[in-house]
């Protein structure tokens, strides 16, 4: 049951393939730990991470190209990648995404991560970025019931939204833009109002997320391409992932204020209070956290360090 949800957290049907030959029950929360922890462990962090399944919809409306992808089809440039051991036993979600779930009844397995990017093992904003690894590296992990090695390629932008226990649970669940460490890249993120049929007749929105890194500055720009949806939320945030407190930060070349406090929380809480742009160093986290208000087709968001 746990190795199935952790698995189906992150392919286009979230389904547990219940079997009622080999299991009796076919909900999580009828078993008890390291079980039940581990399958709401994963689908939350799915939940957190639904813009960027919806993205991949919206970009296989226009290319055709799956959610889930084999690893041959976004690094074919590798011949690590067609190693029988991986070829079907890890898979990417977009570009940037490595699942290795465990398929088998064990608690360890070889990841192999492609060569020509680095990559950093996804800390679902719950601990700082480790050291990146370099690609064309086989890693063995540990992997019990409540672990599925996750790793970001670097340079990439993942879009995440606030925990929902369901999709509208929420009045506003703004997005926030996780930016990682490398080279200059950028993303296409799709808007629209998710349950009715008005993107047929244009009713969407594409962003274009794009940064630049150059010595002891950050750039995140955030361009609006295509225009014909608003959403609710008036805001999001941009995350740097692996800094240090910034010596300041502009929006459109504007200065905005710095709401570091003397904890993580209560920065957290000025920031998400805040009326106008600002931003606040988290220390445990090792980030910048940036509040952006939207406001125009085009926002740039600058980070001195």
């Known amino acids: 049951m746990a190795r199935w949800t952790t698995v189906s957290a992150f392919i286009g049907w979230c389904r547990n393939h219940y079997d009622g030959y080999n299991k009796q029950y076919q909900e999580p929360y009828a078993y008890p730990d390291p079980c039940q922890s581990a399958c709401r462990k994963y689908i939350e962090i799915r939940y957190k991470l639904l813009q960027l399944f919806y993205d991949m919809l919206y970009q296989c409306t226009q290319t055709g190209l799956p959610i889930c992808r084999p690893l041959f089809l976004t690094d074919r440039q ?41 990559w950093f093992a996804y ?63 950028d993303y296409t993120l799709y808007l629209d109002d998710k349950i009715g049929t008005g993107y047929q007749q244009g009713k969407y929105r594409l962003t274009t997320i794009a940064q630049k890194t150059v010595p002891s500055v950050r750039t995140v720009t955030v361009t609006r391409t295509y225009d014909q949806f608003t959403p609710k939320e008036t805001f999001f945030y941009v995350s740097l992932l692996q800094t240090t407190h910034a010596a300041s930060v502009t929006v459109n070349g504007a200065a905005v204020p710095d709401l570091t406090s003397s904890s993580d929380q209560a920065g957290a809480s000025a920031l998400g209070a805040s009326n106008v742009n600002a931003f606040y160093f988290n220390v445990s986290l090792q980030t910048v956290f940036v509040k952006v208000f939207d406001t125009a087709s085009v926002l740039t968001v600058v980070a001195n360090f």
């Open 78 to 118: 590798d011949p690590g990648v067609y190693q029988a051991a991986f070829l079907n036993t890890q898979f990417m979600v977009g570009n940037d995404l490595l699942i290795a779930p465990i398929i088998q009844q064990s608690w360890n397995r070889n990841v192999y991560l492609p060569a020509g990017s680095d």
């Open 123 to 185: 800390q679902d904003a719950q601990a700082p970025l480790p050291q990146k690894n370099a690609g064309g590296q086989t890693f063995n992990w540990y992997a019990p019931l409540d672990l599925v090695p996750m790793y970001v390629r670097a340079g990439s932008i993942l879009p995440r939204r606030e925990l929902e226990q369901y999709v509208g649970q929420l009045p506003l669940c703004p997005l926030t833009f996780e930016c990682y460490p490398g080279p200059d890249r």
